[in-house]
Every structure is written in C-alpha cells, then in structure tokens.
C-alpha cells in the first residue's frame, strides 16, 4: 500500500541549483497538489492539478514550476533556489478538488544554502 | 482576507477530554476539515463537516456551526500518542482550501 510517494524525502542544495521534487500516486485520484510548510503558518498551497494535463496557480507559485503528463506524477520544479525556499514540502492527492479528503505524501524537507 | 484561527498550544493530561476551537472568515464555505500531524510526520485525515452539528468517530467529535464560523475537535480518553498538531482547514468557495497553523497538543502523564 504505497499511497503518495516523494522523493527526496530531505536535499541541501546550494542556491540557484535547479530542483525537482517528485511525487507519484497510485489511487488514480485526479487533484493533486504541492504545498509548503513553514513553522508557525500553514500549509500553503504552490500548485495544485485538478486533472492530468492541466494545472494551476496557488498561494505562493513564484520560484516554482510543475506537470501533469498523466494520473500518476505531479514533479515540483525550483528553476534557481533561494534560501527563502528552505521548507517541507508535501504532495497530496484528492478523488477530485471539489470532493474528498487529501491524502499526503510523506514530505521532502528542502535546505537551500 | 481569508483567515484560520487556532491556539498555537494546549496541555491537556492522559485520560482527560480536550476541545480544540477553531475559528474562520473564509469566502464561502464547502466544508471543513481536521487533520492530525505527528512531528516529522504527513498531515492524516481526522473528521470533516459540512453541516452544523456534532460528527463523532471513536475517540473524536467535531462540531461545527456555519452561521458563527466555527468548529472544534474534541479528544476524549486522551492518550499519549495523541500528542501532534491538529490542523483545522476550510474548503472555499473556489473549492481551495484555507489551513490554519495547526494546535501542539501535549499530553503529560
């Protein structure tokens, strides 16, 4: 029972290295969804798909890329990280954006030098 | 704006009932949610309400009202592995949703 799957679960890079998160799920569900969390404030959402081939902007979406080629994998793109970026970042996945609870992947903690 | 509102911490002991409030201004509203996050660990999903009331599942509640913004999740029987932060979360109009900063809860023996 997989679930979510992030990969690298933590990374220290230097700044303006390119990063790519990535994040696979197996339910087949539709939306999915990166978010960053920082102590003392919630999840905030980067990007979200509400189905494979489309996707949106979220809260914070500057500095940060992604894709939907099909069902399964939703890679989060940094072009050229900044320290601002230091996080963890979850992956989650729902049925549908409209319906269902999200389910998380188990988080990539990212440092940026 | 669009605001979660939450208690940073709460101490509660083992065995002991605990209430956690959360409150929210959100633009429309398609339900609420609450997590629950060990440290180090994925947010996993506890309750959600759509409709005023209480929704009880084992150990925990969550009541919600629409007309004062307002939840709360409830743990009885607390346990030492209860000890996490609880997120509250509102699903928008836009079907977004909003997170609060999520409630440390310690338990002591």
Known sequence: IAGITQAPTSQIL???????????QDMRHNAMYWYRQDLGLGLRLIHYSNTAGTTGKGEVPDGYSVSRANTDDFPLTLASAVPSQTSVYFCASSEGREAGELFFGEGSRL??? | ??????????????????????TYQTSGFNGLFWYQQHAGEAPTFLSYNVLDGLEEKGRFSSFLSRSKGYSYLLLKELQMKDSASYLC??????????????????IKP
């Open chain 2, 89 to 106: 979360a509102v699903r928008d109009s836009n079907y977004q949703l909003i997170w609060g900063a999520g409630t440390k809860l310690i």
């Open chain 1, 14 to 24: 230097a700044a303006g290295r390119r990063m790519t998160l990535r994040c696979t």
């Open chain 1, 111 to 113: 440092t940026v030098l």
């Open chain 2, 1 to 22: 704006g669009q605001n979660i509102d939450q208690p940073t911490e709460m101490t509660a002991t083992e065995g002991a009932i605990v209430q956690i409030n959360c």
